[in-house]
């Protein structure tokens, strides 16, 4: 018998996946992408993506407001649309509620969820509410739009594209690390105030994420359509080396062209941690990481918040990074592995797929 935390999250995937074929002939995409594919009409296909969250699991109420949970848990979804380079457009939200939770607090979450909707214009069409003997479940799918031509997948990429990220990658794995830090220090201190100044990106950053649709209209607006395209969700290593698989390519990264902000690195020397591990497996980020002809390079230099980082290459070559002394180091998935035991999640995890 096999350990299923042998396996991990997309091991697992795989495996109970494997040798599934659509029978619709509207199932363009299934099991693989950041969201599956559905066509029904010949304008738009049709995209959908769900995430599951626990509670302990994958997030921990002593310092996670209800309200900022609400809308991380509609966001990351969000992400995974544009991630397709679609739109979103509706949300079915299923929640699993103990007995220790109020109807105000479940209004709570429900404020989070509705301020996200407004503000990204999605629409909350539907759900479920059962009892939970866990604590507190969220499930919301997310339903979303785009012309088939405009769609991107993992599967894309060729050699000699240039690797694209947007934003600043291991800000909120910091800010995880702050807030268990401080929740610690607490520990039997009823008048405990955290020490959170002049670190409240980090923060903001780990509570209330934001999906990077900005990103996607200016590409769209600069005339560039991704060859390969992937919100990065489970670390920056981990989602490079899913495109290269499914790609069939290699790549290398530029560890001096890794963007990282300036209270990621105070952080990371605060706790002796390494900061670019950290960049590269920490998770949670939700920015997006792209790959775009060699072509585009004087186009995407123009577009605010994006950043070149490496290169596609001939899979042979394998997935590496080159550090600033030139030295080329294999990349490696470090990052969470939601179905491993806890004790073995001593490094790095990232709570919110």
Not at 25 to 54: I, Q
Not at 138 to 167: M, N, W
Not at 292 to 321: F, Q, R
Request: aromatic residues 6%.
């Amino acid at each position: 018998m096999s350990e299923i935390s042998s396996l991990g999250e997309f091991g697992l995937i795989d495996r109970l996946t494997d040798g599934l074929k659509p029978v619709n002939d509207s199932t363009l995409r299934a099991v693989g992408d950041d969201a599956a594919v559905m066509h029904y009409h010949d304008d738009e296909d049709t995209l959908v993506t769900t995430d599951l969250l626990l509670e302990n699991v994958h997030f921990d109420l002593t310092y996670v407001p209800l309200k900022h949970l609400g809308y991380k848990s509609a966001v990351v979804n969000f992400s995974d649309i544009y991630a397709m380079n679609g739109t979103p457009r509706q949300i079915t939200v299923s929640l699993g509620v103990s007995s220790r939770f109020t109807v105000e607090h479940i209004e709570q979450l429900y404020s989070g969820i509705r301020l996200a909707c407004e503000l990204y214009g999605v629409d909350i069409v539907g759900g479920d509410t059962s009892a939970s003997h866990q604590g507190l479940v969220i499930s919301i799918t997310c339903l979303g739009t785009a012309p088939r031509d405009k769609i991107v997948y993992r599967d894309g990429a060729r050699p000699t594209d240039l690797i694209c990220v947007s934003g600043d990658l291991g800000a909120a794995y910091m800010g995880l690390q702050l807030l268990e830090r401080e929740k610690v220090a607490s520990a039997g201190q009823p008048d405990f105030e955290p020490q959170f100044a002049g670190k409240e990106y980090l923060i903001e950053r780990q509570l209330k994420p934001e999906a990077r649709r900005d990103i996607i209209a200016a590409l769209a607006a600069a005339g560039i359509k991704p060859t390969a395209m992937m919100d990065v969700s489970d670390g920056l290593s981990s989602e490079l080396m899913h495109i290269c698989k499914q790609s069939k390519t290699g790549c290398r990264v530029y560890e001096d062209r890794i963007p990282i902000d300036y209270q990621t690195a105070v952080m990371a020397e605060e706790l002796n941690m390494n900061l670019v591990t950290a960049a590269l497996n920490g998770g949670e980020d939700y920015e997006l990481l792209f790959t775009v002809p060699l072509s585009a390079h004087e186009e995407i230099k123009k577009i605010e918040g994006v950043k070149v980082i490496g290169y596609v290459t001939e899979p042979d070559l394998g997935c590496a990074m080159i550090t600033r002394d030139g030295t080329e180091i294999p990349l490696r998935a470090q990052g969470w592995n939601p179905l491993a035991e806890p004790d073995t999640e001593k490094d790095l995890h990232s709570p919110i797929k």
